[in-house]
């Protein structure tokens, strides 16, 4: 069981931005809680696992699978240390 499996549509702020990635084609775009709600409300009840399996690449002619991912908070960065 995976972090997918375990959180809910209705358990994420409403404003948190879920990154979408086309397994085929590589296309990004990204999905609020506040976007899935305002389809249905009975969707708030849905696991992420759910509605990634529900939806759907948005890129012209694709309609590819997709994988969610959290955007992480705060800024990330590459390893600065060196070896002595």
Known sequence: ??????????????????EVTCRRCGH????????ILRQGKEL????????????RCKARGCGGRVRLAKR???ETSGF????P
């Open 80 to 83: 600065v240390g060196g070896m």
């Open 28 to 35: 990004v775009h990204f999905l609020t809680p506040f976007v």
């Open 44 to 55: 708030g009840f849905l696991h992420l696992d759910e509605v990634e399996a529900r939806t």
């Open 1 to 18: 069981m995976n972090w997918k499996a375990q959180l809910r549509v209705s358990d994420l702020d409403l404003q948190e931005r879920l």
């Open 72 to 74: 992480r908070p705060g």
